[in-house]
C-alpha cells in the first residue's frame, strides 16, 4: 500500500486520471458500452510505439543520429534540430511517437555537453513543436486522426485549413529559441561523450532489424487506419515475447494506464444523458472555446469524442482542440508523455518541468488564441 501510495504521489498525472475515472464511474453507471467506448486502438498503438522505442534505446539504434548531432557545435542549432525534428516528424508518426523519440536524445545530447540548465526550455519547445507540428496532418494526432475519419473531408482540404496554423507556429518556434539564446547565440557544445561509449553488438544486428520492422509496421498500421490493428499488436507482442522479452519489463505501463482512465472518465460522459442534453445546447456555436477548456479537465483526445456529436464547425473545433495543449499539462496526452519521460530521467523534479513548461507555453497560447478564433469562419 505504502508503494502504491508513493507512486501516485510521484505521478500527478496518473493520480488525476485515476480520480477522473473514479468520478466518471457515479456519473454514469458501468456498463459493457462503457468500455466498447474506450478507444482501445489508440492504447494498443501507444504500448506498441513505447515497448518498440524502449527497444530502441535498449539496442542504441539511435547511436547514428546521436554521431550525426555531435558534430553541431552550437547548443542554438543543436536545440533547434531537435525541435524541428519533433516538428516535421510529428505530422507523419503522430504527435506522441515523435516526442518519445527525441525527448530522450534531446536529454542525452544536452547532458552530455554539459548543458543541462537549458533541457527545461528546450523540452518545452518541442512539446509546442509536437502539438503544432501535428496539427496540418489527419494522422498527425490522435484527436485529429478520429475527427478526419468521422467527418469524411479529404486530406487536401484538411491539409488546407490547418496550414495557417502550422506555419505561423514554426515561426514562433524560431523567435523563441533565438530569444532563449539571446545572450550567447554561438555558445558551444561538445556533445561528442554521448556517443564514446555507445556501441553496435554485431551479435544484436538481428534484433536491431527486428525493432525496426516492427517500427515501420506500426507506423504503417496508423497512416492506413487498417482494421487489422489488434492483429499487429498480437503479433508485436509475440515476437518480443520469443525473441526479447526483456524490454517489456522497461514499457511504462503507468503511462498507458494514465490513458486508459482519461477513456474511462469521457466514454462515460458521454453516455450520460442529462449531460448530452446540456452539451448539445450548449456546445454548436462555440466550438472553439469548449475545445480548449472541456481539455483541460480531460485532455483533448476525449475532449474530441466528447464534442464531436454536438459539433457544427468543425474547423472551430480542431483549431481549439489542436491549440488546448498550449494551456495546461493535461491539455494534451502528447504532454503527459513529454512529462513522464523527464520524470523518468529526473525522478522528483516534475513541479519544476510544470513551471518551466507553464509560462512558456501559455505564451505560445497568448499569442496565438485570438487570431485563430477569426480564422474560426473558415468552415469546410
Keep these: 500500500m505504502k508503494k502504491l501510495l508513493a507512486l501516485f504521489k510521484k505521478d500527478l498525472m496518473l493520480s488525476v486520471s485515476l480520480l477522473a475515472a473514479l468520478v466518471s ?9 462503457t468500455l466498447s467506448l474506450i478507444d482501445w486502438k489508440t492504447l494498443a498503438t501507444l504500448f506498441m510505439l513505447i515497448t518498440i522505442l524502449e527497444g530502441f534505446k535498449k539496442e542504441h539504434i539511435f547511436l ?3 554521431r550525426l548531432t555531435s558534430r553541431i557545435s552550437s547548443v542554438k542549432w543543436l536545440c533547434a534540430f531537435f525541435v524541428f525534428a519533433v516538428f516535421l516528424s510529428s505530422m507523419f508518426v503522430t504527435n506522441d511517437v515523435s516526442l518519445i523519440i527525441f525527448v530522450p536524445l534531446t536529454i542525452i545530447m544536452l547532458r552530455a555537453g554539459g548543458k543541462e540548465r537549458f533541457i527545461l526550455p528546450v523540452l518545452t519547445f518541442e512539446n509546442i513543436a509536437a502539438i503544432r507540428g501535428s496539427l496540418l496532418t489527419p494522422f498527425g494526432s490522435p484527436q485529429n486522426l478520429f475527427l478526419f475519419s468521422q467527418s469524411g473531408v479529404s486530406v487536401q482540404n484538411f491539409m488546407l485549413h490547418m496550414l495557417p496554423l502550422w506555419v505561423v507556429s514554426a ?20 556533445s561528442s561523450a554521448a556517443v564514446v561509449s555507445e556501441e553496435w553488438v554485431p551479435e544484436r544486428k538481428k534484433i536491431r532489424v527486428l525493432y525496426l520492422v516492427l517500427f515501420a509496421a506500426v507506423i504503417i498500421t496508423i497512416v492506413t487506419r487498417t482494421r487489422w490493428w489488434l492483429a499487429v499488436a498480437a503479433g508485436v507482442l509475440v515476437l ?50 469548449w475545445a480548449i477548456l472541456l481539455s483541460q479537465v480531460i485532455s483533448n483526445v476525449p475532449a474530441s469524442i466528447v464534442l464531436w456529436p454536438f459539433t457544427q464547425n468543425l474547423t472551430a473545433l480542431l483549431y481549439g482542440l489542436d491549440s488546448a495543449g498550449l494551456c495546461s499539462i493535461i491539455g494534451s496526452l502528447a504532454s503527459v508523455i513529454n512529462l513522464r519521460l523527464y520524470a523518468r530521467e529526473y525522478p522528483g523534479n516534475g513541479l519544476a518541468f510544470l513551471k518551466t513548461f507553464q509560462i512558456i507555453s501559455l505564451l505560445f497560447f497568448a ?10 469562419g473558415w468552415r469546410f
Design 64 to 66: 547514428p543520429m546521436l
Design 240 to 289: 518480443l515475447l520469443v525473441f526479447d522479452r526483456a524490454v517489456l519489463a522497461r514499457t511504462d505501463y503507468v503511462l498507458i494506464l494514465t490513458f486508459f482512465c482519461f477513456f474511462v472518465f469521457s466514454s462515460s460522459v458521454c453516455r450520460n444523458p442529462a449531460i448530452s442534453a446540456f452539451l448539445k445546447k450548449a456546445v454548436c456555436g462555440n466550438e472553439y472555446w
Design 367 to 376: 499569442i496565438i488564441v485570438v487570431p485563430q478564433f477569426f480564422l474560426c
Design 171 to 190: 515561426a514562433l518556434l524560431l523567435l523563441f529559441i533565438s530569444v532563449l539564446f539571446r545572450k550567447n547565440p554561438r555558445e558551444h557544445i561538445d
Design 25 to 33: 464511474l457515479f456519473i454514469t453507471v458501468p456498463s459493457r458500452e
